[in-house]
Structure formats: structure tokens, C-alpha cells
């Protein structure tokens, strides 16, 4: 199994702000990922971020608006920029185990 | 497009008694079926699994059924605890994970 640590566990932010979350893992990986979860949504792949190369993103979001980075194997983080109410959601790293996948606790954001 | 959906909201069982949560999904190259527990505050947790080769998983209270042909699985909880009151998710998994939206279930003293 895989302990991932994130933080901050919720934020309330002025739009137009921008939100640095952390996510740390005590062990090794190769990928780890960032999903959304908006408010009466379900969990949606924002991007997956690969160490040593450009995080892959998924249709719909961009690198301008979640930038990532991916320093080392056990570190990652996402940024929300120039946040709007919508970007109101929870946001959670994750890693792959063997059979299953493993999540952070979350980040709840709520954009004024 | 909603590739995998859980229609009910929510649930709302007595102690003791059955949980049964549904998901269905429209890809047909899904070849491996998960199930998560997310409590408030929390980041999901990961339940049961089922591979597509198979029809049934057992692991304790849980099962999970899936019927291929129907591209619809089910999560049964027997029997019911407080403790189980949570969102399930139903994920599956082609060449990333795709979830549901969950459904929340309350179960009742």
C-alpha cells in the first residue's frame, strides 16, 4: 500500500487567485495523478504526472490553468491558477498500486 | 459522456439488512471494476475489486457481481453497519481509471 500525505486539506481563496496543493508519497513512484471531484460529480483524471518529463493531461484541462510539477518520485504538486467559483472542488493526488489505487485525503477549495 | 454511472444518489438502508449499489458502464474495453468508500474529509478508500474474467468477488460483508453482457456491475453489502455510511464509488479501468458519481448510503440504526 501507499501513505499519500496532501495538503493543504481546504483552502477558501479570492478568484483570480492561484492555489499551490502538495501531494507526498512514502515511497516511490513512476506516475502519480491529480483528479477533480466538483460537487455532485464524480472523480475526474485532471492530469498525470510523470517524473522528468511534462505532466499528460486530459481533455478539457491545460497546462496554463493546472500547471504541475514533478520534482522527484515521492512529490508532486498541482496549481490551480487565476481560480474562478468553478473551480470550486476537491482536489486528490493518487498512486497505482499492484490492484488498486491509492488517494490523498484532499484538498476541499472554495473560490470566492 | 458518462462512461460509467451510478443512477442512485442515494441509499438509505436498515442495520442488519442488505446494501446493494449499482453502476453501469457503456466501454466495452473496461476490463477491471473497483470500488471505493469515501468519507467526508477523507480521500476514497479502496474496497473490492473484480476482474472481467470473473462474475463474482467475495471479501468479507462485500461482494461485487458483474455482469458482462448487462456492462453492469453491483456492489452487495450483508449485513449492513453504521460504519458503512458513506459515498461509493464504482471506478473502472481501461487504460485509466474512470469513476461514477457516487452514491451516498446511509445506513440506518
Known amino acids: 500500500s501507499a501513505v499519500i500525505s496532501q495538503k493543504p486539506s481546504r483552502d477558501i481563496c479570492q478568484r483570480g487567485t492561484s492555489l499551490t496543493i502538495q501531494c507526498q508519497v512514502d515511497s516511490q513512484v513512476t506516475m502519480m495523478f491529480w483528479y477533480r471531484q466538483q460537487p455532485g460529480q464524480s472523480l475526474t483524471l485532471i492530469a498525470t504526472?510523470?517524473?522528468?518529463?511534462?505532466?499528460?493531461?486530459e481533455s478539457g484541462f491545460v497546462i496554463d490553468k493546472f500547471p504541475i510539477s514533478r520534482p522527484n518520485l515521492t512529490f508532486s504538486t498541482l496549481t490551480v491558477s487565476n481560480m474562478s467559483p468553478e473551480d470550486s472542488s476537491i482536489y486528490l493526488c493518487?498512486?497505482?498500486?499492484?490492484?488498486?489505487?491509492?488517494f490523498g485525503q484532499g484538498t476541499r477549495l472554495t473560490v470566492v | 459522456d458518462q462512461q460509467v454511472k451510478q443512477n442512485s444518489p442515494s441509499l438509505s438502508v436498515q442495520e442488519g439488512r442488505i446494501s446493494i449499489l449499482n453502476c453501469d458502464y457503456t466501454?466495452?474495453?473496461?476490463?477491471?471494476f473497483l470500488w471505493y468508500k469515501k468519507y467526508p474529509a477523507e480521500g476514497p478508500t479502496f474496497l473490492i475489486s473484480?476482474?472481467?474474467?470473473?462474475d463474482k468477488n467475495e471479501d468479507g460483508r462485500f461482494t461485487v457481481f458483474l455482469n458482462k453482457s448487462a456492462k453492469h456491475l453491483s456492489l452487495h453489502i450483508v449485513p449492513s453497519q453504521p460504519g458503512d455510511s458513506a459515498v461509493y464509488f464504482c471506478a473502472a479501468y481501461a487504460q485509466k481509471l474512470v469513476f461514477g458519481q457516487g452514491t451516498r448510503l446511509t445506513i440506518n440504526p
Open positions: 466501454n466495452s474495453m473496461f476490463d477491471y
Open positions: 504526472a510523470n517524473q522528468g518529463s511534462e505532466a499528460t493531461y
Open positions: 493518487s498512486v497505482e498500486g499492484a490492484t488498486e489505487a491509492f
Open positions: 473484480i476482474s472481467s474474467i470473473k
